[in-house]
């Protein structure tokens, strides 16, 4: 993907990084970042909570994700388990095509498919097929990234629709699939940062996204 990196990309994809107790997460890579968080907005009056921070290799902060509803546990479902309903919201930082802070390589520009990669990632992190083989996991998840990696390099194919929530109170376009697993959207906010969702369980259609005005109110 020309517009993405990987390196970027990384943190939704490590292994177990989902499973981190509340009260065991910190707000403080939250509130190093130099751009503002977004979550849902008020119109939604359920749990909240802290996922993670994903960082440049100079240690900077890129991106993060913050949780809504019930927090996903299990990774592996079976055949009628409540798999519980949540949508987790990405901040990802609109950055130029840059030179790294150590000057010895080029970090890629991210853009809205930064976002919609991060998200489909995401998304991938809380679902195994039921009755999988441990054995075949890893494989399996080679492919749905790789999968997922191509989806958001082609924001124009078939398999996005467009559709429209509001942000900050102005509606907004977004980049909108769905899949057996849940849905994932990606668009841009007037802020300087590109905002991507996964969930299921919760309706994509009806959310809005609001810039958090204190993000320690998610820890």
């Known amino acids: 993907m020309e517009t993405t ?7 939704p994809a490590a292994e177990g990084a989902q499973h981190v107790p509340s009260a065991r997460r910190t707000v403080d890579g939250y509130l190093e970042a130099p751009f503002p968080w977004y979550g849902l907005d008020e119109a939604f009056t359920g749990p909240r909570w802290l996922m993670q921070v994903g960082t440049a290799a ?7 994700s913050v949780g809504h509803g ?8 079976t055949a009628g388990e409540d798999r519980g ?6 901040t990802v930082a609109a950055n130029p095509s840059r030179r790294s802070a150590d000057g010895t390589g080029l970090l890629e520009a991210t853009t809205v498919s930064s976002a919609a990669w991060l998200a489909g990632v ?3 992190s809380h679902t195994w097929p039921g009755q999988m083989d441990h054995s075949l996991r890893d ?3 080679d492919q749905q990234t790789e999968t997922a990696w191509e989806l958001a390099d082609d924001l124009g194919g078939p398999e996005w629709s467009t559709l429209s929530l509001p942000v900050d109170g102005v509606p907004t376009p977004f980049h909108y699939r769905e899949s057996e697993f849940g849905w994932v959207l ?20 009806g959310l809005g ?10 820890a």
């Open 85 to 90: 309903k949540f949508a987790v919201v990405v």
């Open 186 to 205: 990606a668009g841009s906010t007037q802020e300087g940062v590109h905002v991507g969702a996964y969930g299921r369980g919760m309706s994509a259609y």
């Open 58 to 64: 100079d240690g900077a902060v890129e991106h993060g």
């Open 209 to 218: 996204f609001a810039m958090i005005k204190d993000i320690t109110s998610y």
């Open 139 to 141: 494989d399996w998840l």
């Open 122 to 124: 995401g998304l991938l």
């Open 5 to 11: 990196s990987r390196a970027v990309a990384q943190a």
């Open 70 to 77: 019930d927090e996903p546990s299990v990774r592996h479902e």
